[in-house]
């Protein structure tokens, strides 16, 4: 008996692939997360507390103009709770990868022109699962998902993609996909803006604190345009910010050339230029 076991292993071994090369890929995981049992009982239990939580005889809500609609990545640490007090009746709220307007201008134009909301906030954040799979690479997603990531190319360029992300550059892109969605944004809700009837907000939302004033924070660096830090501060829209808040405003991840900048020219020094110099000299 033992023998016959013996020869059946070996008949086994022998059977097997010889290429030592062979792809030896972990499987992935058929489900990931929680379980789908757990998720359909936190569903229904918490829906049943908030049902009751409200009195059975109080009135109805009558729907009002939300106080902003709002453009955000699908990230699902983004949430509105993160800058907003009661969410609920108050944001229009349109998501996809990248915070991108044109994937998206359906649902926003029915926010800004149906619904009258009097700000569109665009956010981008930070640590972007979005922006770092469009730098990284995508073809071998599908094509939906590869079709909506495209439209990322029009913000952050065609050489972004494939050259890597690393901490310092990754806010940089989000700062300047945000720039685009709200100069989109005030090209094509224009009338409404020059009218005072809508203010477009650009903000990045800090959430592992790569600009260093803390977790989740959200950072004002764009309205209806605008960029420059001391001209976003004295913006009227901004009038009831304190001093603290209002310092917050307009900060921006240094570009390199700015740090280059910084460095060759020392406090309370002029920078002279080589040519400069060399006419000096021949003058001597």
Not at 6 to 34: E, N, T
Not at 56 to 82: F, K, N, S, Y
Request: charged share 25%; aromatic share 4%.
């Amino acid at each position: 008996m033992r023998l016959r076991m013996v020869l059946s292993l070996l008949l086994i071994v022998a059977l097997l692939p010889a290429d030592g090369s062979a792809d030896l890929r972990p499987i992935k995981k058929l489900r990931a997360g929680l379980p789908p049992y757990a998720v359909a009982e936190k569903i229904a239990r918490h829906n049943d507390q908030v049902v009751a939580s409200k009195p059975a005889d109080e009135p109805l809500r009558i729907p009002g103009t939300p106080h902003m609609t709002w453009l955000a990545d699908c990230d699902a640490r983004v949430q509105a709770t993160l800058f907003y007090p009661d969410p609920v009746d108050t944001i229009y709220a349109v998501r996809n990868p990248g915070n991108q307007l044109m994937l998206s201008a359906g649902a926003i134009d029915y926010g800004v022109n149906e619904l009258l909301t009097p700000v569109l906030l665009i956010t981008g954040n930070t640590n972007s699962d979005s922006l770092r799979l469009f730098v990284k690479g995508y073809s071998h997603l599908g094509p939906d998902l590869r079709r909506d990531l495209n439209g990322l190319r029009l913000s952050l360029g065609e050489q972004t993609t494939r050259i890597g992300i690393e901490a310092r550059a990754e806010p940089m892109l989000v700062e300047k996909n945000v720039d685009f969605q709200v100069a989109t944004a005030v090209k094509r809700y224009g009338e409404r803006i020059e009218s005072g009837r809508l203010v477009v907000i650009g903000a990045v939302i800090d959430l592992n604190n790569q600009y260093g004033q803390g977790i989740n924070r959200l950072i004002i660096i764009n309205i209806n345009g605008e960029t420059s830090q001391e001209r976003l501060r004295n913006m009227h829209h901004l009038v009831r910010l304190d001093k603290r808040l209002l310092g917050l405003v307009g900060q921006r991840m240094p570009r390199e050339d700015d740090t280059q900048d910084t460095r060759a020219t020392t406090p309370g020094k002029t920078q002279t230029s080589k040519a400069t110099r060399k006419k000096r000299t021949e003058k001597k």
